[in-house]
């Protein structure tokens, strides 16, 4: 799938079930990564992982924020999502740690297999979308 420079760009990330659900109810406004993607995207869509194994939203990307581990928790705590000690152990031994500030949420009516979206693996990480 190539993106043309006109093209909306997203990304397609595997997100835990628990995650998933505090995206949606509003409780978790970063998704944390230990990589960012290197094109500008504007959205994230989201692949709930096992047990639920759909493709159930998409969120608008505000922006990527790059700081050291100690700084991005500061920054973003309050919104997070997450306890201190699961953040602390993801990015144990980092340098750098990437969030992306999340925006509005739009959840699926039908969720999506990640077969009809033309996908045939989970991504480890993220995958570029074309929109």
Known sequence: MLIGDDEMKKILMSIRPEFVQSIIDGTKKFEYRTKAAKQDIDSLIIYSTYPEMKVVADVE???????????????????????????NSYFKGRKVAYAYQLGKVNVYKKPKTLLEMGIKFAPQSFIYIQA
């Open 61 to 87: 990307i505000v922006k990527v924020l790059k700081l050291s581990p100690k700084d991005l928790w500061e920054e973003t705590k309050e919104e997070s999502g997450i306890t201190k000690a699961f953040f």
